[in-house]
């Protein structure tokens, strides 16, 4: 099965959604009552929501983590394009989804002592990350709203009057 072949449902994820979830992790972050040292954004998909993060949560010092794992929907092997070389201690690492893990591990591995968060998990990925806000299947493709633009759909009835 190829990868792109798993994915049998999606998940479309609008902008106001995105920041609501953004949100909701903010909030359970902010129970943890933590002075956090900075967040490290995993690129590009942990930028948006760790922008969110670090303003609710007062945080100035951004850094990044730049991977590239994914092209379109297939995962291959995680590459690193600019590390962040710290303990990780007092860090806070944001990503948007938790998938199967591979990715987390690296950035584990670069920062064993942060705190791992992501707006969205699957069941693979779960076990890697500290905190998550929804979790979905694990054949699930989460459409991000970077990812996708409005466009018009036709109702079905006028897809059935087609065939």
């Known amino acids: 099965m190829s990868d792109s072949s798993r994915y049998q449902r999606r998940y479309p994820i609008s902008w106001e959604q995105l920041h609501r979830d953004a949100k909701a992790l903010a909030w359970r972050l902010l129970d ?30 951004v850094e990044t983590i730049c991977i590239s794992s994914y092209t379109w929907k297939e995962q291959g092997q995680a590459t690193i394009i600019k590390p962040l070389r710290d303990s990780g ?26 705190h791992f968060a992501t707006l969205y998990a ?3 990925g779960k076990p890697h990350v500290d905190t998550f806000i929804t979790e979905v299947g694990q054949d699930t493709w989460i459409l991000f709203p970077w990812d996708s633009e409005s466009c018009f759909v036709e109702p079905l009835v006028g897809m059935n009057k087609k065939k």
């Open 32 to 61: 943890m009552d933590i002075t956090w040292k900075g967040i490290a954004a995993v690129t590009r998909g942990g930028l948006v929501p760790a922008a969110v993060i670090a303003r609710e949560l007062d945080i100035h010092y």
């Open 89 to 114: 201690e007092g860090w806070l690492i944001i990503d948007d989804l938790v998938d199967t893990g591979k990715t987390a591990q690296v950035v584990r591995n670069m920062l064993p002592g942060a």
């Open 122 to 124: 699957k069941p693979e």
